[in-house]
């Protein structure tokens, strides 16, 4: 199994990116996929869920309004458009897979990783 997070960079605030989350050896649509940043000296944190087959999303208030989940499962890729974006949402993001949409928010609770992709967004 391997989930590849790409689409960091640098970027000014206010700017936007689309971060993209290419899913193999496992189906995406039949698991719940997470995005989690994780800030220097910070704790990894729950960014956005979807459900498997889509039909719950789940955002963090911090990013709610700005950022949109979207997920082509023909494509078994996930994705983040990340609009107006602030010099606190720099960190490495890395998208997750887990069985349970009740888990989205445990990181602890995830059973596949990305490696990470790093944005980092300049005042």
């Known amino acids: 199994v391997q989930l590849q997070a790409s689409g960091g960079g640098l970027v000014q605030a206010g700017g936007s990116l689309r971060l993209s989350c290419e899913v193999s050896g496992l189906t995406s649509r039949v698991y719940t996929m997470v995005w989690f940043r994780q800030a220097p000296g910070k704790e990894r944190e729950f960014v956005s869920a979807s459900s498997s087959g889509g039909d719950r999303t789940a955002y963090a208030d911090s990013v709610r309004g700005r950022f949109t989940f979207s997920r082509d499962d023909a494509k078994n890729t996930v994705y983040l458009q990340m609009n107006g974006l602030k010099p606190e949402d720099t960190a490495v993001y890395y998208c997750?897979?887990?069985?349970?949409?009740?888990?989205?928010?445990?990181?602890?609770?995830?059973?596949?990783w990305g490696q990470g992709t790093l944005v980092t967004v300049s005042r």
């Open positions: 997750a897979a887990d069985s349970y949409y009740a888990n989205r928010g445990d990181p602890k609770a995830m059973d596949y």
